[in-house]
């Protein structure tokens, strides 16, 4: 596709509840990353993937959260039990191999109620 | 811990002004430097900058790294309506592939 596609755009869960926020990235980008914007504050990472193999997923931030890219292409990142310090701004990214400079996605909005 | 401070949180200024904004980092084994610009919620790529006093040029955009006083600036001339954003910056750390982003600086440019 010409840009990063995420979906859904808003996201509304009931504390508890279990969610799949999906990202497909730019055509021929292996490296894929999630992040998490909290209101008023800067992207923090989540996750990265090379193709569909997770190299670190040191920011996530409990075992609540979990991402797969099983094709190497669309990734899910499932956030199980939500909380109410879970809503924020999910944002996907993607970049050609060997570059930092990635394409962000719209994001999901999640707002755990 | 690895740190990346913006300044100011917020600005406002009128169509034709000049803004710096500030970007000072704090980290172990840096490797780039990245400015975006965040309107609505996609961050867009500004610039990458990694050596020392380049300047980078884009328009009416422009930033520069001091790697000796860790930091970096972002000045935009003759601002715009178009302009009001949050511009991001963000580090890139070793060879983590991950980058570490300021909390950013809202920019308001009232016509």
């Known amino acids: 596709g010409a840009g990063v596609s995420q979906s859904p755009r808003y996201k509304v869960a009931k504390r508890g509840q279990d969610v799949a926020l999906r990202c497909d990235p730019i055509?021929?980008?292996?490296?894929l990353f999630w992040y998490q914007q909290a209101l008023g504050q800067g992207p923090e990472f989540l996750t990265y993937?090379?193709?569909?193999?997770?190299?670190?997923k040191s920011g996530l931030p409990s075992d609540r959260f979990f991402a797969e890219r099983p094709e190497g292409s669309v990734s899910t990142l499932k956030i199980q039990r939500t909380q109410q310090e879970d809503s924020a701004v999910y944002l996907c990214?993607?970049?050609?191999?060997?570059?930092?400079?990635?394409?962000f996605g719209q994001g999901t909005r999640l707002t755990v109620v | 811990e690895d740190k990346v401070v913006q300044s100011p949180l917020s600005l406002v200024v009128h169509e034709g002004d000049t803004v710096t904004l500030n970007c000072s980092y704090e980290v172990t084994n840096f490797r780039s430097l990245l400015w975006y610009k965040q309107e609505k919620k996609a961050p867009t790529f500004l610039f990458m900058l990694t050596s020392s006093g380049i300047e980078k040029k884009s328009g009416r955009l422009s930033s520069i790294l001091d790697k000796k006083e860790l930091f970096s600036i972002l000045n935009i001339t003759a601002t715009q309506t178009g302009d009001s954003a949050i511009y991001l910056c963000a580090v890139e750390i070793g060879s983590a592939r991950q980058l570490t982003f300021g909390s950013g600086t809202q920019l308001t440019v009232l016509p």
């Open positions: 993937f090379q193709n569909e193999a997770q190299l670190d």
């Open positions: 990214a993607s970049s050609l191999p060997g570059l930092i400079e990635a394409f």
């Open positions: 055509s021929g980008h292996v490296s």
